[in-house]
T-cell receptor, first 113, second 112 residues
Framework: NAGVTQTPKFQVLKTGQSMTLQCAQDMNHNSMYWYRQDPGMGLRLIYY???????DKGEVPNGYNVSRLNKREFSLRLESAAPSQTSVYFC????????????FGQGTRLTVV | RKEVEQDPGPFNVPEGATVAFNCTYS??????FFWYRQDCRKEPKLLMSVYSSGNEDGRFTAQLNRASQYISLLIRDSKLSDSATYLC?????????????FGAGTILRVKS
C-alpha cells in the first residue's frame, strides 16, 4: 500500500535555484496539503487543496506555488530558493470530511545553502 | 496567539508512570480534534481522534472540553516505546475542506 508518496526524500539547493517537490496519493482523497516543519515550530500549513482544481493559501505561503495536477497529485514549487526555506516538507491527504484522518508522506528534507 | 498551543516539554517519566498532556485551541468553531504521534525524523501518524464524550484506546485516553477549548491526552503505564512527540491537531476553517492545524508538539521521553 503506497499511501502518500513524496519525491525527492533529500535535496540540497543553492540560493536562487528552483525546484518542485512532488506528491501523489493513491487513496482517492479529495484534500491534499503541504506542510513544513521546523524545530520548535510544529507543522505549518503552506498550501492546501480541498479538491481537484482548487488551491488555497495556508499559514506560510510566501515563496511557494502549488499545482493540483489531478486528484492524485499535488506539487509544491520553490521558484527562487532561500536559506529560510531549509526545512522538512510533508505532503498529506485526507478525504476532506470532518473527523477523518490525514495521511502523510515520508517527508522531503530540503537544505538551501 | 497561535491557533493550537501545547507545552513543548520534554516530559521525562519513568516506565509505568501516568502522564498527561494538554492542548488549547483558539477557533471555537473547530469540529475535529486529533492526537498524532511523530517519531524522530519520521512522518506524523494518527494516534487517536478525540470525541466530545471522551474516548479511550488501551492505555490512551483523550478528552475534549469545548467550553474551555482544550483537549487532553492521558497515557497510563508508560512504555519505552511511547517516547515520541505528540501533536495536537485541530481543524481550522471548516468552510473549505478539512484544513488541519497542528500544535508544535509535546516531547515525551520514557526512561527505564
Amino acid at each position: 500500500n503506497a499511501g502518500v508518496t513524496q519525491t525527492p526524500k533529500f535535496q540540497v539547493l543553492k540560493t536562487g535555484q528552483s525546484m518542485t517537490l512532488q506528491c501523489a496519493q493513491d487513496m482517492n482523497h479529495n484534500s491534499m496539503y503541504w506542510y513544513r516543519q521546523d524545530p520548535g515550530m510544529g507543522l505549518r500549513l503552506i498550501y492546501y487543496s480541498a479538491s481537484e482544481g482548487t488551491t488555497d493559501k495556508g499559514e506560510v505561503p510566501n515563496g511557494y506555488n502549488v499545482s493540483r495536477l489531478n486528484k492524485r497529485e499535488f506539487s509544491l514549487r520553490l521558484e527562487s530558493a532561500a536559506p529560510s526555506q531549509t526545512s522538512v516538507y510533508f505532503c498529506a491527504s485526507s478525504d476532506g470530511r470532518p473527523n477523518t484522518e490525514a495521511f502523510f508522506g515520508q517527508g522531503t528534507r530540503l537544505t538551501v545553502v | 496567539r497561535k491557533e493550537v498551543e501545547q507545552d513543548p516539554g520534554p516530559f521525562n517519566v519513568p516506565e509505568g508512570a501516568t502522564v498527561a498532556f494538554n492542548c488549547t485551541y483558539s477557533n471555537s468553531a473547530s469540529q475535529s480534534f486529533f492526537w498524532y504521534r511523530q517519531d524522530c525524523r519520521k512522518e506524523p501518524k494518527l494516534l487517536m481522534s478525540v470525541y466530545s464524550s471522551g474516548n479511550e484506546d488501551g492505555r490512551f485516553t483523550a478528552q475534549l472540553n469545548r467550553a474551555s477549548q482544550y483537549i487532553s491526552l492521558l497515557i497510563r503505564d508508560s512504555k519505552l516505546s511511547d517516547s515520541a512527540t505528540y501533536l495536537c491537531v485541530v481543524n481550522g476553517r471548516v468552510e473549505y475542506g478539512n484544513k488541519l492545524v497542528f500544535g508544535a508538539g509535546t516531547i515525551l521521553r520514557v526512561k527505564s
